[in-house]
C-alpha cells in the first residue's frame, strides 16, 4: 500500500555538482541490488564530467525523503526520427529500500514525466532486469513491454573493434 507522499514530505530535485558522491554511492548501491558490482567502472570524476561536464551526456535527478537522501535517476535525450522528436531515456532509477513504499519511485517517474511532456517528447524508455520485481511498478505507470525489440549492445572493447575496422 502506497502511503501519502505528502505526509512523508518527499521532495524531488534536480542533482548538483555537490551531490556527486551521493551519486555514485546510488549507482553502487544499485549495481549490488542487481547483482552487477564488478560492473560499476565509473569514477565520481566521470559522473562529474558527463553529468556537469562542458557538454553533459545525462542528468540527474535526486529525491529527499524529509531531507535525506532517498533515490535517484539517471536520464539522457534520445531521438526518434519517425516521431521526429526527442526521447528520454532513463538509465537508472533506484530508491534505497528504507524508502521503498513510500511514493518516492512514482515522484521520481512522475517528474521524469514532466519533463518529457515539458520538452515535447514521444516517448519515454527505460530497460529492466527481467527478474526485477520493479516490473509491476513500470506497468502500473502503463509501461508496455516492447517484445518485438531486442536490446543490442557494443561495450568499450566492441566499440574499439568497430571503429577499427575499414
Not at 8 to 23: C, F, G, S, Y
Not at 52 to 72: L, S
Not at 143 to 153: A, M
Request: hydrophobic share 40%.
Amino acid at each position: 500500500m502506497e502511503m501519502n507522499p505528502v505526509k512523508h514530505n518527499i521532495t524531488v530535485r534536480a542533482a548538483k555538482e555537490q551531490d556527486i558522491p551521493l551519486i555514485m554511492d546510488l549507482v553502487r548501491s544499485l549495481a549490488k541490488f542487481e547483482g552487477l558490482s564488478d560492473r560499476v567502472l565509473s569514477t565520481e570524476d566521470d559522473l562529474r564530467h558527463a553529468l556537469f561536464g562542458k557538454r553533459p551526456y545525462a542528468e540527474a535527478i535526486i529525491a529527499e525523503v524529509h531531507r535525506d537522501a532517498a533515490g535517484f535517476i539517471i536520464f539522457y535525450h534520445n531521438f526518434s526520427s519517425f516521431a521526429g522528436k526527442p526521447g528520454l531515456y532513463i538509465e537508472d532509477i533506484f530508491v534505497y529500500p528504507r524508502y521503498r513504499g513510500l511514493g518516492v519511485g512514482k515522484e521520481l517517474m512522475v517528474r521524469c514525466g514532466q519533463i518529457a511532456k515539458e520538452r515535447n517528447c514521444g516517448r519515454m524508455e527505460w530497460s529492466v532486469l527481467d527478474w526485477n520485481p520493479a516490473r509491476k511498478f513500470y506497468e502500473h505507470f502503463g509501461g508496455e513491454l516492447q517484445k518485438e525489440w531486442l536490446l543490442y549492445r557494443l561495450e568499450e572493447k566492441g566499440i574499439e573493434e568497430l571503429a577499427k575496422r575499414k
